[in-house]
């Protein structure tokens, strides 16, 4: 219980640190990344694979792989995953609730801890640009959907 509670440290004081405006939505936490908030990061990835087979990867691997529980103890945590598409450009985002947190969450589905963002660069590029928020655990999702775009199926393993 110890160990999950200091997960959520880091998370609570980069929310309580950004003041009361939680963002409410994907463009939110994309400004609030780019405008230096502490414990959030983006990068950016280039993917050898068309646009299309990329999202083809996403639809298959988002809902099987990040819409999940998790269990630490009695504390239950949920995750989930929403994918908007279009010719011109995909947003995966992926929000946790925990209804132990301090913070309520400016969503109803969470707070987000992820936005990535899947541009056509080419015939067969696609450029994909994630906006986290800076947690050791959140390594295994960056890594899970820079793998998607890459053409691997392998799922997260949560570490909450």
């Known amino acids: 219980m110890k160990s999950v509670v200091l997960l959520f440290v880091p998370l609570i004081l980069a ?19 780019q405008s230096g908030a502490m414990m959030h990061s983006k990068m950016s990835v280039d993917s050898n694979r068309s646009y299309t087979d990329v999202v083809k990867t996403l639809k298959e691997r988002a809902e099987i792989c990040l ?8 504390m239950y945590t949920y995750f989930h995953s929403t994918l908007s598409f279009d010719e011109n450009k995909s947003v995966l985002t992926l929000q946790m609730l925990n209804p132990m947190d301090l913070v309520r969450p400016a969503d ?4 987000f801890m992820l936005v990535a963002d899947f541009i056509p660069k080419d015939k067969n590029h696609t450029q994909i640009d994630i906006y986290k928020i800076q947690q050791w655990s959140h390594d295994v999702i960056t890594k899970a959907i820079i793998g998607w775009s890459q053409g691997r ?4 393993d949560f570490i909450y």
């Open 15 to 33: 929310l309580l640190i950004s003041g009361c405006a939680l963002p409410k939505n994907a463009a939110e936490f994309r400004k609030e990344v």
């Open 67 to 74: 819409n999940r529980s998790t269990k630490s103890g009695s």
């Open 108 to 111: 109803p589905l969470g707070h």
């Open 153 to 156: 199926k392998g799922c997260p």
